[in-house]
């Protein structure tokens, strides 16, 4: 069961990558060139506020035309499939244990919360930003403790969940779950304010372009989480009828 709920999950995170691509292909690569080229217009003397180096062509180890086609697509589908195998795991080890929950209108809860866990939550802290953001002697600092706000978002998340569970034979299921999710939000408040900020936006950016990019990252990662849950659930359809309803399954068994 469990294999195969992995094979649908990984196909639908392939079916949702392609999506994501070319979502982040039309939407977002034309507001990448945008900053690009603000950044190659840019004084190098301001050299501390760009996020991206060497400038010349010459001296990049990929290309640009590698990196906005071929290294976009591998990147989005491979961790697209990747949450895509993720996904199907946590659910087939969440079947059975999710109470009253529709087992058919799970997925599409499970990877609602994914989003908000894994992207959006990390992202008001440390938000995605485009070329000619960002100070180059930051950058690790800076992805490791995003990094390690997924894995706090996730723990918190776990916490969270345990304490619904414990509060929903002594309170009502809706009273729990609020519970629950305060109790994330209060961890995720207070870690999010102990981790250090980063002001690096200079001045002369156009706050427009920064707020498109974004929205169109926040884009990608809800087409990718979304199309996760209706591939999921198209796919795995059958599967399900047979595990929660065996007698119609086999008729010819009953």
Not at 156 to 183: D, E, K, Y
Request: charged share 15%; glycine share 8%.
């Amino acid at each position: 069961m469990t294999g195969r709920l992995l094979y649908r999950g990984m196909l639908a995170g392939l079916l949702a990558g392609l999506l994501a691509f070319g979502v982040a292909k039309v939407i977002g690569e034309p507001l990448i060139e945008r900053a690009i080229a603000l950044e190659d217009a840019a004084p190098h003397s301001h050299g501390v506020e760009h996020s991206h180096e060497p400038a010349a062509p010459a001296d990049e180890g990929v290309s640009r035309e590698v990196q906005r086609t071929l290294g976009l697509f591998v990147a989005i589908v491979t961790y697209s499939l990747a949450m895509g195998g993720i996904f199907a795991l946590v659910y087939a080890f969440c079947m059975g244990r999710i109470g009253k929950a529709n087992p058919k209108m799970f997925p599409v809860l499970l990877a609602l919360s994914a989003f908000v866990i894994i992207y959006l939550v990390p992202a008001l802290k440390y938000p995605p930003n485009p070329p000619a953001i960002g100070n180059p002697e930051t950058f690790q600092e800076r992805t490791q403790l995003f990094f390690l706000m997924i894995l706090v978002s996730v723990v918190a998340a776990l916490i969270a969940v345990n304490v619904t569970r414990r509060l929903s034979g002594s309170m009502r299921h809706g009273r729990s779950i609020s519970a629950g999710v305060l109790s994330y939000a209060i961890i995720m408040a207070v870690v999010g304010g102990a981790f250090p900020s980063f002001s690096e936006v200079p001045d002369h950016f156009p706050a427009d372009l920064l707020w498109d990019f974004r929205l169109a990252s926040m884009g990608v990662q809800a087409v990718m989480w979304g199309g996760i849950a209706v591939a999921f659930s198209l796919l795995s359809d059958r599967l399900l009828d047979a595990v929660l309803n065996p007698k119609q399954a086999n008729p010819k068994r009953a």
